[in-house]
């Protein structure tokens, strides 16, 4: 299988080519930043030389090297814009770029299906993120009052993470909106409390040191219930990101979600 890794000189792009390169049935033919362009991506990565230079242009490149996959990790800012030059290009994707709404996803959806290409999207790839999501779907049932604290690097750009937008889309599945609170509040910082979706809570940390952290927390009558994944290093991304490049074949439009996949 022929990939192209866009973003290929990011944190997260670097461990997708160290990834690629580890298996047998994968070859890496393209890698575009707007970064270290023209170096050899293997020098980037530590690697050695590859013979694959940094383009700029995932267009270009596209036509070029003809690649089965591209696989995404960018910025919110461009990240439906290298969906789309991908998808007219008639290949097929894997997107771990955060920050694609609602909307966004119905777009691409539609271009999936125009273009006829396949293409997983998940906010979060390693699986004990999924599990502690699901884990928190599964809690929802039996308590209604909820907050989620994500705990991001400070390089993140997008607040908050997708992995906590993704969590509360779960939760709110599963029950009605949690009751308000009875208790007039006196916010003396604004924005404490944090963020608001559907009633549920949601406050972003962002400090050097972290990776990729969330803790859910349920408060009910004299106890809490604590979910709480912690990616310790960037390779926790990796059988998620290899998995779903395999499972494009079989799938059929868009996925949303490494759980779907499982
Ligand atoms: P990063 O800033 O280290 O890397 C992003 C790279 O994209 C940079 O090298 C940048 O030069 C490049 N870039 C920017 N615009 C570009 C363009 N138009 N074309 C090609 N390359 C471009 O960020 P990161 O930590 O690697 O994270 C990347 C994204 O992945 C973020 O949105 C982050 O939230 C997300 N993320 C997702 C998961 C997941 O499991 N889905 C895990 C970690 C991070």
Redesign the pocket.
């Known amino acids: 299988m022929k990939i192209v890794v ?9 461990e997708v080519v160290r990834a690629v390169l580890a298996q047998e049935d994968m070859e890496l033919c393209g890698a ?5 362009v023209g170096k050899d991506v293997g020098e980037i990565c530590g690697l050695g030389c590859l013979g694959v230079n940094v383009t ?1 242009d ?1 267009d270009y490149t596209l036509k070029r090297v003809q690649p089965q996959v591209v696989v995404d ?7 439906m ?2 969906i789309e030059t991908t998808m007219d290009n008639g290949v097929n994707l894997v997107v ?4 694609i709404t609602n909307v966004d996803l119905e777009k691409v959806r539609l271009k999936a299906a125009e273009k006829g290409v396949q293409a997983v999207i ?5 699986l004990g ?1 999924v599990m502690m999501m699901n884990f928190a779907r599964q809690a929802a049932r039996y308590f209604n009052n909820v907050e989620i604290i994500e705990l ?2 400070d ?4 607040a908050p ?3 906590a937008l993704k969590t509360a889309e779960m939760i709110l599945e599963q029950r009605e909106t949690p009751p308000k609170s009875t208790v007039q509040e006196l916010e003396k910082v604004p924005g404490v409390r944090g963020g608001e979706m559907g009633g549920i809570n949601i406050h972003s940390v962002r400090l050097p040191g972290l990776i ?1 952290h969330q803790e859910v927390i349920f408060g009910g009558v004299g106890q809490t219930l604590t979910i709480r994944h912690d ?1 310790l290093n ?1 390779t926790s ?1 990796m059988p ?2 290899i998995l779903a490049i395999r499972k494009l074949s079989s799938i059929n439009g868009v996925v949303y979600g490494l759980e779907n996949l499982l």
């Open positions: 866009n973003g290929a000189g990011g944190n997260m792009g670097k575009v930043d707007l970064n270290e700029s995932l990790f960018t910025t919110p800012f461009v990240v814009k290298n771990g770029t955060t920050g998940a906010p979060n790839f390693a993120a991001h690097h390089k993140k750009v997008d993470s997708g992995t990729a990616s960037r991304f998620g990101v």
